[in-house]
């Protein structure tokens, strides 16, 4: 007699999906090389994680009124920070994408939707 898999319903209160031992980390888009993603077992406020070429920054949606007020970047504690154009690159990319962003945030954590990735070609203008 084996051993065999037994799928488990994640708890609502939890609102994370556990793959094996780790957490997945639904990815919301691929912009230029950057990965735009938020991890399963996040806290508010809203944030995106930005990650490339072994870097990661955050960006934090500010939301006042229901209207997204502006996008702060910062430093994700341990890793080393996007630089230059790939920095810039995130910022943008957050900053045109926010109201989505914040929609997929409230689909994924509130609602248990699981979100599919947009990988973007073209520079956001």
């Not at 609102?15 to 077992?41: D, H, T």
């Not at 502006?70 to 080393?80: H, L, M, P, Q």
């Amino acid at each position: 007699m084996g051993w065999r898999r037994v799928p488990i319903k994640p708890r609502l209160r939890d609102r994370a999906w556990l793959v094996g031992c780790a957490q997945i980390m639904p990815k919301l888009y691929e912009y230029l090389g950057i990965l735009i993603f938020f991890y399963s077992n996040e806290h508010e406020p809203i944030h995106v994680h930005g990650k490339c070429a072994g870097r990661e920054s955050r960006a934090e949606i500010v939301v006042e009124s229901g209207r997204v007020v502006r996008v702060e970047i910062a430093d994700v504690s341990g890793k080393r920070p996007l630089e230059g154009q790939k920095l810039r690159d995130f910022q943008q990319l957050v900053e045109a994408k926010a109201p989505e962003i914040v929609q997929r945030w409230i689909d994924f954590f509130v609602h248990n939707i699981r979100t599919k990735p947009e990988i973007i070609t073209r520079r956001i203008k």
